[in-house]
């Protein structure tokens, strides 16, 4: 197939696009081509590469001409944050494509209700990430059942090389990696039982790849796509810290006492990971499409750290 993949330097797309090339697909990697992926790989030489500002072509009303005079035969939007985003690409795809993937988040699901929940579990966001993502959902939802081929891939936390993962306190500061294999104390929020549930970028990129090649199966469908099992932050930390060969070394404190350790941007998307708290089924898209994802969520955090540390 004449694959279009909108943000194909991104996280995802760098896995993807070998992937696909392998395979022998034919791909158009569109990006504002400010960036290279995260790891060139050599595959990356085949693909065809369109340098396309979405957010300056979306203003200016050309944005879905631009992706449907590409001619691909599928689309895979990685980049699409808000609804009539989505609605203008749709309509100008619609009749022109066998195949539209875009990239949602676990996130739709809000608080987790039961863990695990699966993709039948309600859509009661919050936040305006959650909230627009599970708009888009619906909406795509709604236009496959009027014929446009759409199947919505909700990731985990996703990880890989090339930037750090959330870490054990659920937030992006590097530090705590640091002081985890040091032995120093590491102050996790509340009792340290909040979830994470990382994922491999690669096998986000699997799940994409797998969604392409069973398009009967996929179009009209959601798909859960993350590790198997999320982690705590207490277990993620007492892992992290049994990678230097050490015990972790942990206090707790009261989320009201906590936040005042930390800056207000870290304590902010803490507070947006521990409320999350994942706890997602997998089990549909393993038994649809065959998702078979190779790294645990700690496991697909060690492998981010091996290339940036």
């Known amino acids: 197939m004449r694959i279009v993949i909108i943000g194909a330097t991104g996280h995802i797309g760098t896995w993807l696009v070998p992937r696909l ?9 569109v990006s504002r081509g400010v960036r290279d992926p995260y790891q ?4 990356w030489d085949s693909a065809e590469h369109v340098v396309i500002d979405r957010q300056r072509s979306e203003q200016d009303g050309s944005f879905g001409k631009r992706i449907a005079d590409l001619h691909g035969e599928a689309v895979i939007d990685l980049i699409c944050f808000e609804r009539e985003s989505a609605a203008h ?15 949602g988040t676990l996130w739709v699901h809000g608080i987790p209700q039961s863990c695990p929940y699966d993709e039948t579990a309600a859509r009661e966001p919050f936040g305006d990430y959650g909230i627009r993502k599970a708009e888009i959902e619906r909406f795509l939802l709604d236009e496959s059942s009027r014929e446009f081929p759409a199947t919505i891939l909700h990731p985990g936390h996703i ?8 870490n054990p306190i659920g937030n992006l500061d590097r530090q705590v990696f640091d002081q985890l294999a040091s ?19 690669d096998d986000v990129a699997s799940a994409f790849e797998l969604a392409i090649e069973q398009p009967d199966k996929s179009i009209g469908e959601s798909f859960h796509v993350a590790a198997r099992e999320p982690v705590t932050l207490l277990s993620y930390a007492e892992t ?17 006492e906590w936040t005042k350790t930390k800056s207000e941007r870290d ?9 999350h708290s994942p706890c997602a089924s997998i089990a549909k898209a393993e038994r649809i499409l065959g998702f078979n994802p190779r790294y645990t969520a700690v496991e697909a955090v060690r492998d981010a750290l091996s290339y940036t540390m």
Do not use: N, Y
């Open 183 to 201: 032995g120093a104390i590491v102050v996790l929020p509340d009792d340290g039982l909040a979830r994470l549930q990382h994922v491999h970028a």
């Open 89 to 103: 690409l749709v309509d100008a795809l619609h009749g022109r494509v066998e195949h539209f993937i875009h990239c």
């Open 40 to 43: 060139r790989f050599p595959e």
């Open 240 to 256: 992290v810290a049994s990678w230097s060969g050490r015990k972790a070394k942990l206090a707790f404190l009261p989320w009201d």
């Open 159 to 166: 990880t890989g090389p090339g930037w750090d993962p959330i």
């Open 21 to 29: 090339i392998r395979k022998g697909h034919e791909v158009v990697a």
């Open 267 to 275: 304590a902010e998307i803490t507070l947006d990971h521990v409320m």
